[in-house]
């Protein structure tokens, strides 16, 4: 139950367990964090993205020159580099993983044909004599591990070389399509905590947080993010839900401290995201901020950011780990940005706010069943962003024609933060689920209180309609499977109705890509769009026809699409990892409520309305420093450069220009952030102002990374390119850089 006087309620053994906690760290020799080294996704456990360096400064940062650069013509075009002693380790053709030599980019090994592989980054893991040393990533639903220094698949972890994700999730293991997310978890000594993807349909599974151990691949707990009967926050829901309910996963980033032996779990929302008559209540753990004992799983504190969410405003960006002084105390804090534009900020040990949270009420919904929570948290610190849609601050670039049009939309619409969708008019929504601040969004200087948040003025148009049966050439029941299966791994990318959002619209796409190749592409992946192997025949020709297609007539396979593994050039040691059984019976995906369930008569589903990414005026993305010893924001600058509207202005940002980007902050006082457009930035921590800016030869849609050998930084860009319509690639031009990872540092002293 959400409490509004006491929000952040904590267990009742909570003084044991930070007892506990205090006297168990993650590791003899990992106990205090050193921002010196890149051995995790985000830089290290706290996801701060900070290096602890001296050679680039803001004096010389404008000096930084192409070290050296590694091509990477492959699909994992968002993959964060990770760098361990003199090793580091990225994914590139054929969907490798592959090894380099830090100082010249030269291949050490590569092991081939991972496909399905996690599409963010991978887990580095060291015993503490550093004689086993492991990569630890998920694949294919499965948890695997290579050997760091041979390359060569650990057959000794989990059962004959993989730990099964599917299995502990209340559903039948062999009817879950989707469970692993893009994100590596996080380690903290011996143990990887993991969160999920398993889709945002209805009835996807739950999106449980688990934690594994790093030598076994044995599953050490689980924390029911939708609460079981007898648990905490089981009244939150109705009584059946955790039956059917899904979502509230973290599909993006958690953050650990590991003095502490805490974790702290960003979790999404509960599905479906636009409806929630079947999960009436505030849906604990949905869009909270989880502090969980590492060792046991057991909740320390929450805090509910956003009750029953009706907008798709998951907790994204990594909970950052900071230290501050508010009034001459100093408080080891946990500040959480948000995508609806806010910053959350705690005590990380008690939970307890460190500035006030107002409860604020907003409207009711109009919609049959539904009952929207009368009241939201609102930080008293500055939003990073605005949150009104109104007819003064639409675009000023569009045409006369264009404003009247969109004068009587809004006229006609409802707007506003935490307005609930309806089926009778169209909700004009700012921040839309893009953000706001996402994942990768944010970093900090946690030695100086210092948080950085990249976001974006993206809104959403949303109305709600009824789910009726789709008119195919399919029966009901596999009309139902195509559906669940088009919504569990394509939805989030494609749009709930195929209309596109991240990924390209696919409607009338059959009248364009024969069976053949739409096979060859779901299973392979292509772009940024990964694989997806564990689909079978029948769902891939259900869902083609559910598409529009007819897979029988279209029995044709265009040249250069294979299944079969290619081996690339290169010191190759292994290939594919370790394949999974085969079900010996798929499942059918839950298709409906269990019988024995009280459930609404009618479903219903919206577009994520994002085809109006320049609605509003600018700025359209920029990075925002807040000071949090006292709450403030200390400046503001816009990123990225628009040539649509404004031909290059570098003043108004860039639509859409911080989806995907990020940062790494600097000991020396820089923060280096990409933006859309391929740029990469250098920016003074003290004031924003610009030091440096370079333009890649691709977009870069992943966390950079920073490491030093004998003293000598090098700052490592992955510009490989996106998945958005607006892509380009540069990088067959003359003297232009490789599509791949870009290593910047400075000149050699003479």
């Keep these: 139950m959400h409490t509004k006087k006491n929000p952040t309620k904590l267990t009742t053994t909570f003084a044991a367990l930070l007892c506990l906690t205090l006297l168990v ?48 013509e492959g699909g994992f075009n968002n993959f964060s580099p990770i760098v361990a002693d003199t090793t580091m380790y990225v994914v590139g053709k054929n969907n490798s993983l592959i090894a380099l030599n830090v ?111 790093v030598i076994t691949g044995k599953l050490e707990w689980t924390f029911h993010t939708i609460p079981h009967p007898g648990e905490f926050g089981y009244d939150t829901w109705p009584k059946d839900a955790y039956k059917y309910a899904g979502g509230v996963n973290v599909w993006s980033e958690m953050s650990a401290d590991i003095e502490r032996n805490i974790v702290y779990l960003s979790l999404g929302s509960p599905t479906y995201d636009y409806y929630g008559a079947d999960r009436i209540g505030s849906n604990l753990f949905g869009n909270s901020l989880v502090a969980l004992d590492v060792t046991t799983g057991k909740r320390l504190w929450h805090y509910q950011t956003v009750h029953h969410d009706l907008w798709d405003y998951d907790l994204s960006p990594a909970p950052q780990l900071l230290t501050i002084n508010k009034d001459g105390k100093k408080i080891d804090a946990v500040a959480s940005a948000t995508k609806h534009g806010y910053v959350f900020v705690f005590d990380r040990v008690t939970g307890e706010p460190v500035f006030p949270i107002e409860e604020k009420p907003f409207p009711a919904s109009d919609m049959p069943d539904e009952k929207a929570w009368p009241t939201q948290p609102i930080p008293t610190i500055p ?204 499942a059918a995906p839950m298709l409906d409520y269990p019988e ?65 980007k990020s940062m790494v902050v600097t000991s020396t006082g820089i923060v280096f952030v990409t933006a859309k457009g391929g740029k990469l930035y250098a920016l003074d921590q003290d004031t924003g102002y610009v030091l440096w800016e370079t333009t890649l030869s691709n977009e870069s849609v992943a966390v950079p990374a920073m490491y030093a050998i004998n003293g000598k930084q090098y700052l490592v860009i992955n510009a490989t390119g996106t998945f958005s319509r607006d892509s380009f690639d540069h990088s067959k031009e003359p003297g232009a850089l490789p599509k791949g990872y870009v290593v910047y540092a400075l000149p050699d002293k003479k």
């Design 25 to 72: 760290s993650c590791g003899k020799d990992n106990s205090t964090i050193k921002h010196t080294t890149w051995t995790h996704y985000g830089g290290s456990p706290d996801q701060s993205k900070y290096f602890d360096g001296s050679e680039i400064t803001k004096e010389n940062v404008n000096q930084l020159e192409v070290a050296w650069s590694y091509p990477a």
């Design 103 to 213: 100082l010249t980019g030269e291949e050490i090994w590569i092991h081939a044909n991972l496909r399905g592989l996690t599409r963010k980054g991978i887990n580095y893991w060291e015993s503490n004599d550093k004689k086993d040393k492991r990569l630890i990533f998920t694949l294919n639903n499965s948890l695997q591990a290579i050997d760091a220094v041979s390359g060569k698949s650990i057959l000794t972890f989990g059962e004959g070389g993989y730990t099964d994700l599917r299995e502990g999730l209340d559903r039948e293991p062999s009817s879950i399509r989707r469970v692993q997310a893009m994100m590596p978890g996080v380690i903290c000594g011996d143990i990887l905590i993991l969160g999920s993807a398993p889709g945002e349909g209805y009835y996807s599974a739950p999106g449980y947080v688990r934690a594994y151990s």
């Design 383 to 586: 939003s990073f962003m605005r949150h009104e849609v109104t007819k003064e601050n639409i675009n000023p670039y569009f045409s006369d024609s264009l404003k009247q049009v969109w004068h009587a939309r809004i006229d006609a619409a409802k707007t506003g933060l935490f307005v609930p969708p309806s089926d009778k008019y169209e909700t004009i929504i700012l921040p839309g689920p893009l953000g706001g601040a996402n994942y990768g969004n944010t970093g900090s200087n946690p030695e100086k209180g210092l948080m950085f948040v990249m976001s974006q003025e993206h809104p959403s148009i949303y109305k709600l309609s009824k789910v009726e049966p789709p008119k195919i050439n399919l029966s009901e029941d596999e009309a139902k499977k195509a559906k669940t299966l088009y919504d569990n791994s394509c939805k989030t990318c494609h749009g709930p109705n195929m209309e596109g959002g991240v990924g390209p619209t696919l409607k009338n796409v059959t009248q364009h890509i024969f069976y053949d190749e739409f096979k060859a592409i779901v299973l392979n992946g292509r772009g940024q769009m990964p694989g997806f192997v564990h689909v079978d025949e029948a769902s891939l020709a259900s869902l083609y026809r559910f598409m529009g297609g007819n897979p029988r007539s279209m029995n044709f396979r265009r040249g250069g699409d294979t299944d079969e593994e290619v081996m690339p050039e290169g010191p190759v040691v292994a290939s594919g990892g370790v394949k999974m059984r085969e079900d010996e019976k798929r």
């Design 596 to 660: 024995d369930v009280e459930h609404p008569e009618s479903r219903y589903t919206t577009d994520y309305g994002l085809e109006w990414t320049s609605l509003m005026s600018p700025p359209w993305s920029y990075i925002v420093a807040y000071d949090l010893n006292d709450g403030t924001i200390k400046w503001k600058t816009p990123i990225g450069e628009d040539y649509e509207f404004v031909n290059g202005d570098k003043t108004k940002g860039a639509i859409v220009g911080v989806q995907r």
